[in-house]
């Protein structure tokens, strides 16, 4: 039997730029603004941005395995995005969950 596909859609910069400011506003947990960006950027899913290692970036591209599909994927990321990944694991190490401060 053949599904139909939704068609895809994306965020307004409105829809972005209002969860982001009341992370940057109020969220206690460090991790949740780089999970939320690296979900943005890839349109990866929680527990797969959650994963990330720094092993799982080079050269501008993040790369996800083990996904619920079980397939591997990789996708580029700003310069500015694989910057602000490295630095976040330099202070702050292996992601805790974040889902529930988000």
Known sequence: MKI???ELSWLTSKQITEPLEAIR????NPHVE????????TGARWSEAEK???T???NGVITF???KSGKVRSVPISSELEAQFVKHWKAF???TS???SF
């Open 4 to 6: 139909q596909e939704r």
């Open 25 to 28: 506003a109020g969220c206690d």
């Open 34 to 41: 780089i999970v939320v960006l690296i979900c943005l950027a």
């Open 52 to 54: 990330r290692k720094p």
């Open 56 to 58: 799982g970036l080079r």
């Open 65 to 67: 395995s083990g996904t």
């Open 93 to 95: 190490g292996l992601f």
């Open 98 to 100: 974040a889902i529930t």
